[in-house]
């Protein structure tokens, strides 16, 4: 079991930057972790993942713009937004996998609107 907890979100301009943190409850050595979006009326998606090696994989959405990192020693993956988009606007969550199981943190509010 592990407990996520995002922060971070909030609203921003056109163009802007935001920075999201989801902390775990405990060691995520091992785990694959990722962020994942819902926008209003729509599926959940895959933003960014990052393996325990610090292998990344982006959505082509975002590549370019969003940069995925964790620090294993504080438990923690961080998703660095820029150039923030209008139809970036959903609700972004915290994902850990390991061996088939995953967690889900309770999502974090990011609005990007002038």
């Known amino acids: 079991q592990v407990q996520l907890v995002e922060s971070g979100g909030g609203l921003v301009q056109p163009g802007g930057s935001l920075r999201l943190s989801c902390a775990a409850s405990r060691s995520i050595f091992g785990f694959t972790m990722g962020w994942y979006r819902q926008a209003p009326g729509k599926g959940r998606e895959l933003v960014a993942t990052?393996?325990?090696?610090?292998?990344?994989n982006y959505a082509d959405f975002v590549k370019g713009r969003f940069t995925i990192s964790r620090d294993n020693a504080k438990n923690t993956v961080n998703l660095q937004m820029n150039s923030l988009k209008p139809e970036d606007t959903a609700v972004y969550y915290c994902?850990?996998?390991?061996?088939?199981?995953?967690?889900w943190g309770q999502g974090t509010h990011v609005t990007v609107s002038s």
């Open positions: 994902n850990a996998n390991i061996r088939s199981s995953q967690w």
């Open positions: 990052i393996t325990i090696t610090g292998n990344t």
